[in-house]
Structure formats: structure tokens, C-alpha cells
Nanobody, 127 residues
Framework: QVQLVESGGGSVQAGGSLRLSCAAS????????MGWFRQAPGKEREGVAG????????YYDDSVKGRFTISRDNAKNTLYLEMNSLKPEDTAMYYC????????????????????WGQGTQVTVSS
């Protein structure tokens, strides 16, 4: 049974930084994609960043490009999202997700690609 557990959320002022972690367990697939998504109140869940296991290629939504960095530590089975220069509009519940399939980079931020989700961690950015 695959489990994803996020941590690292919190409250920061605009311009600040946070690092989110997603600990994965029960995961033995060689080919997979993982991503970070977020959902603000009243809005749909949207993809923020994704990473592909086969080649470690990454993909970012334009809204976070240059500010956020997705990475993974295979030895620790952990996915990270380093968030810098945070803005109030980054405020949302952040989720990590995984799918045991090869994925195209241009589809890696689509929520319907993923079948495993964490419970989320809240990020609040004040102005």
C-alpha cells in the first residue's frame, strides 16, 4: 500500500521560504512520476511541479518557475519542494502525488494522471 505523507508547511511572510517534504512508503516501482499540487479555497487543484524518475527531468508551472525547485532523495524515499520568494498567492494546501507510470513532461502537472495522494500540508503567505 503506497502512502505519501507531506510535512513542512507553515506560515511565512511574503519573500520568505519553506521546504516541503513528502515521505513515500510502499513504493517499489522503477518508473514513476511524482508531483506537487496545490489547492486554494474555492479553487481547483493545480499542478505546481513534477519530476520523472526515468531521467529526473522536472517541469514547473509558469507561476512558480524560478522560485520553486522540486527534487527527490531516492535513499530516503522523499520528495521535496523548495519554495523561495513566496507570494500571498502561493497560499494553499499543498499535496504530493505519485503514479507508477512513465509520464510525458507536458502532462506531468495534470491531476488526473495520479492515483496516489498525500493528505496535504498548509502553506500560508502573508503580505
Amino acid at each position: 500500500q503506497v502512502q505519501l505523507v507531506e510535512s513542512g508547511g507553515g506560515s511565512v511572510q511574503a519573500g520568505g521560504s519553506l521546504r516541503l517534504s513528502c515521505a513515500a512508503s510502499g513504493y517499489t516501482y522503477r518508473n514513476y512520476c511524482m508531483g506537487w499540487f496545490r489547492q486554494a479555497p474555492g479553487k481547483e487543484r493545480e499542478g505546481v511541479a513534477g519530476i520523472r524518475s526515468r531521467d529526473s527531468n522536472t517541469y514547473y508551472d509558469d507561476s512558480v518557475k524560478g522560485r520553486f525547485t522540486i527534487s527527490r532523495d531516492n535513499a530516503k524515499n522523499t520528495l521535496y519542494l523548495e519554495m523561495n520568494s513566496l507570494k500571498p498567492e502561493d497560499t494553499a494546501m499543498y499535496y504530493c502525488a505519485a503514479v507508477p507510470l512513465f509520464c510525458r513532461l507536458d502532462k506531468i502537472l495534470s491531476t488526473d494522471r495520479y492515483n496516489y495522494w498525500g493528505q496535504g500540508t498548509q502553506v500560508t503567505v502573508s503580505s
